[in-house]
């Protein structure tokens, strides 16, 4: 039995607001339609016919879908992307030269396009996208990025910048999209959409080769998916169900795989979600059974999918940069004997255990400033649990 067949004054009023919204599709064709849908939702509210969530909630997306698909809400919709686009690709190639952080990211895209290993504090998602911009508009990654000011010559830098000038400009239409389906009005998507489109640091800081219009790109798709699923709720299982809620999943893998401070989209969909499911736990029509599957279903798009991806990320980044570089010496001497070009490569790493000092001992070489090769131990904590027969005792005299 569902909520409306349970109440059946809610049913009437929900149907009422359904069929006031009917009458609005009637006049979608004109710039009416939209004001219509916005102020039937307020008077619904004001008249506490809209007051249970779940109805309030069909009711707000099937405003917002109506708004979208009308003439005048399409109209809108264009206008926005438009503006968001000419105003983040104007004049890209200006200034020539390197401008503030270009210097470390444009420097990594270079890094992942020459295949030199290198350590950052950032998850790799942002730089290697950026890097394959760059191998894709033709950049061959040999511009040194030393210092803001260098000019960039014959280089080809402009694809990454449009790279990052593209995901810039869908903030904006994602900004619309977001506050059009939260509130079916029309007005605050407009404003909401003009105050980004027109925001001096959102259009700077969408015109460099950063990681940021790359991270706000995948959080503003993440809080939009999730708006999205919510509006699904009458449709639990259905295809664009499980499509939303799989979208808001990538999206999260993706805001982390760029910097760690996406963890707080994370943080915003994890509290939207057991909201959601303590609601349908407190459902008697819902059995036990099918509280498991949402659930599970959420579990496994918006946790499992979400690590699998940035794991993934990770395992691109280890797999592309396989020769020697600026990196090397935040990793041991086994993991730099694989990277091509380094002094230890294919060499063999013998590993000991010491029982005086209950440690491994790895074994390798370093180049003095005298040229020289001296043999070097370095000392590690013996795992719990983990023994070896090979003993060895080592006596190094300077």
Request: glycine share 10%; net charge positive.
């Amino acid at each position: 039995m569902s909520l409306q067949n349970r109440h059946p004054g809610l049913r009437h009023r929900a149907g009422g607001a359904s069929l006031q919204t009917a009458k609005v599709v009637q006049n979608s064709g004109s710039c009416e339609g939209p004001n219509t849908i916005g102020s039937s939702f307020q008077q619904c509210h004001a008249a506490g016919d809209c007051s249970n969530s779940e109805t309030s909630m069909v009711f707000r997306s099937t405003g917002a879908s109506l708004i979208a698909n009308s003439r005048c809400g399409v109209c809108c919709f264009v206008l926005v992307i438009l503006l968001s686009f000419a105003t983040r690709f104007y004049n890209l190639s200006e200034p020539a030269h390197v401008c503030w952080d270009e210097t470390h990211f444009g420097k990594m895209g270079s890094y992942y396009i020459n295949g030199t290993f290198f350590f950052d504090v950032h998850p790799p998602l942002g730089k290697m996208l950026i890097g394959l911009a760059g191998y894709l508009s033709g950049y061959n990654g040999t511009f040194p990025f030393q210092k803001p000011g260098d000019r960039y010559e014959q280089h080809s830098y402009v694809g990454m910048r449009a790279f990052c000038a593209f995901l810039g400009s869908c903030l904006v239409p994602f900004a619309y999209l977001i506050v059009l389906e939260l509130t079916a009005s029309l007005p605050a998507a407009l404003l909401a959409a003009f105050i980004l489109i027109f925001d001096t640091g959102c259009i700077t800081i969408s015109q460099y080769i950063l990681l940021d219009p790359v991270l706000m790109f995948f959080i503003m798709g993440a809080v939009l998916s999730m708006a999205r699923f919510n509006s699904q709720k009458n449709r639990p299982f259905s295809a664009s169900w499980w499509f939303w809620l799989a979208i808001t999943g990538i999206n999260l893998g993706g805001a982390l795989g760029v910097k760690f401070v996406g963890v707080f989209v994370i943080l915003l969909v994890g509290q939207n979600t057991a909201c959601d499911l303590w609601r349908l736990l407190g459902d008697l029509n819902i059995t036990m059974v099918s509280f498991g599957k949402h659930l599970l279903a959420r579990m496994l798009c918006l946790i499992v999918a979400p690590l699998c991806l940035y794991t993934a990320f990770f395992a691109v980044h280890f797999i592309t940069l396989n020769k020697s570089g600026p990196g090397d010496g935040f990793y041991s001497s086994a993991f730099q004997s694989r990277l091509v070009g380094n002094t230890l490569h294919n060499a063999s790493m013998p590993e000991c255990r010491s029982k005086k000092f209950g440690v491994w001992i790895h074994y390798h070489t370093e180049e003095c400033s005298d040229c020289r090769w001296l043999p070097t131990f370095t000392l590690a904590p013996l795992p719990r649990g983990c023994w070896s027969k090979a003993t060895t005792d080592h006596s190094v005299y300077s």
